[in-house]
Each structure stands twice: as C-alpha cells, then as structure tokens.
C-alpha cells in the first residue's frame, strides 16, 4: 500500500498490544479486521495520517487524575489539517511488575509511561519514596523492558500485562485513583462533519490577540452570551515567548447548532487563530442540554425578523 493511497480504515495507535490506546481502538465500530499500525509516541500517529500511511489515529488527549496530555493537545495545535472525528473512554487501573524473583524492596528505578507514572505518585512515594523514573513511550513498552535490558527493577503496567509476558506483579491497583479514565480521540484529515447527535462536544484551540486586560473574560464571553457550556478548557504555552498561552476549549454542542456555530463566529472576529478540531459524538452519550433561549429556533427567528426589518418588509 503506498503512503498516498492509505488502506481504507487503516489506524495507527499507540503500541504494542496492550495498551490502553489499543483498548480504544477496540472500541471503534469496524475497526476490527482493518490494518492496524503500532507506533511509539503521538507523533509518530499523527503523521502517519497526515502523511497518508494510516487513514486515522487513535490518541490519548486527557486523563481524569494526571489531566490533559500535553503532547497531544500541543501537536494538535501546531499540526494543520487534522479533525478530531470521535471520542473514546477507557477506564485505566495500573500494577507495578518485576522480572520473576524481584521483591518490592529491591526496585530502585520504575520504568512508566509519564501519564501513568503521573497517576500514581500517591502510591510510588509512600511505597518506594527513593525510586527513580524512566519515561517510557507507553505502559506495555515499560513493562516488556523488563525483559530485554536491566536498566529499570520494575515497571507500572495495565493489570493484564502478565498474561502476555514473563513478569510478577508486585502490586495491584497502585494507581490514585481507582476510578481514573483516559479520554481517546480518533484523529483523522477527513474533513466530513458527523452529523450532529443531540449529544456532541466540539473542540477548538484559541489565541487572544494580546495580554490586554480583559481578553480573556471576551473569549469567555463568546460562550456564555450564546449559552455554550464549556468542558474542558487549558492553556498550554504558545512556545515563543514567556507567558504566551493559547487556549485548549472543548464545547458542548456541535458546530451545525447556531449557538456553537455563533460562538466560532464571535471567537473568529476577535482572535488571531482560532483552530476547529472538529464536532463529534460524546463517548458518553449525554444529550446536551440546551436552555430554549439559544436553541436553534431563537437564532433563526431572530436572524429572519433582522433581514425582513433590513429589507423593509416588515415595519418593527
Ligand atoms: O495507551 C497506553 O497504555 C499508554 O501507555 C498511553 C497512556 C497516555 O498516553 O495517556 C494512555 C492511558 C493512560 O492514562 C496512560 C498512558
């Protein structure tokens, strides 16, 4: 398959086997069966789609304990041509492993991906409070590590990584929160909008013009005039200047309604980039509520009653 012609449906994820990314993955409707690509870091994903080798990518973008996962929301912002066309939920739980014989006492260095080493500080500094951390390129690389050099005494690993490989578990749900959940997106360059279900985020990313008192209450604003709830929102640096941010936003709603299409609108007139990563379905599946004041009806109404009271044909 040459890299201008992807397979159709084919996906890149974050590698090897096991991985949380894989278990979203699992989740996507067809994918089973497609040509899967196991890649090394979010990078690696990303440009497989934009440079033809994957039709679509399977990222982390936020965890519930460690929060956003910046390298994701920093290539999104400086990558162009990428649409977010759908959202995933894994549940994640973490065990630490060790090559058989190994007791906790003994592990000076963990080897952990840094989102998961992330979400379970708590337990690492109370159980081994001197250890020292390699960043590995994900949870299941960690672990299989083990195996291949000693530079690491144990890794953090899903729970069922010793079904696959020759290691022990040292200890179990080790993370801070045992209800942690990553959210995945799909990422592909299709720009075909999904259609809009009732219950859809949108997500932008948005510079303010300058540091001006002020700009960042107008870009709040441009929500709440229009009634758009916000679920995420992050700021990340812009990279060329101390103290320049731009802003990661997710929107309830999906750019086929007014109030959100109103809301890019506003957003447009006043920023100097605004980027649109696309609308796509919740992985909840909670319809969005909107309160009648800025349903669709409204916006219309009143754009009808401003181009008939313009064109004169009507009176008021
Ligand atoms: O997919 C995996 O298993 C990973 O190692 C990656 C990743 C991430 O990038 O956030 C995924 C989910 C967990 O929250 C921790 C790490």
Redesign the pocket.
């Known amino acids: 398959m040459s890299a201008e012609h992807p397979a159709p449906e084919s996906y890149s ?2 590698g090897p086997a ?7 993955l699992k989740q996507v409707e067809g994918a089973a069966g497609k040509p899967w690509r196991s890649v090394n870091n ?1 990078g690696e994903a990303l440009a497989d789609v934009l440079e033809g080798r994957s039709a679509a990518a399977m ?3 936020e ?1 519930s ?2 929060g956003g ?1 910046t ?2 929301q920093d290539a999104l912002a400086t990558l162009p041509g990428l649409r977010i066309v759908g959202e995933y939920l ?1 549940p ?1 739980r ?1 065990v630490l492993v060790a090559r058989r014989g190994t007791r906790l006492a003994d592990v000076r260095v963990v080897n952990a ?4 080493y ?2 379970s500080r708590r337990w690492m500094d109370s159980a081994l409070p001197s250890h020292g951390h390699i960043p ?7 672990a299989a590590s083990l195996l291949l050099n000693e530079h690491a005494d144990a890794a953090i ?2 729970p069922g990584i010793v079904d696959h490989y020759d290691l022990e578990v040292l200890a179990e749900d080790i993370g801070d929160n045992p209800n ?1 959940v ?1 959210r ?1 997106v799909l990422v592909s360059r299709s720009t075909a909008l999904p259609a809009p279900t009732g219950a859809d985020k949108t997500s932008i990313i948005v510079e303010l013009p300058s540091d001006r008192p002020g700009t960042l209450l107008e870009m709040l604003e441009q929500f709440s005039t229009r009634g758009v709830n916000m679920s995420l929102i992050q700021s990340r640096p812009i990279g060329d200047a101390l103290g320049r941010y731009r802003f990661v936003i997710d929107l309830d709603g999906h750019v086929l309604e007014e109030r959100v299409a109103d809301a890019l609108l506003g957003l447009r007139r006043f920023s100097p980039k605004v980027l649109f990563l696309g609308s796509y379905a919740r992985a909840d599946g909670a319809p969005v509520g909107i309160d009648p004041q800025y349903g669709d009806d409204n916006f219309v109404e009143a754009r009808d009653w401003l181009r008939d009271l313009v064109s004169g044909a009507t009176a008021d």
């Open positions: 994820y974050l096991g991985t949380f990314t894989e278990a979203a979010v990222i982390a973008i965890n304990v460690d996962v390298a994701t894994v994640v973490f991906h840094p989102v998961a992330g979400q590995a390129t994900s949870n299941v690389a960690a690993a899903p942690a990553t995945f």
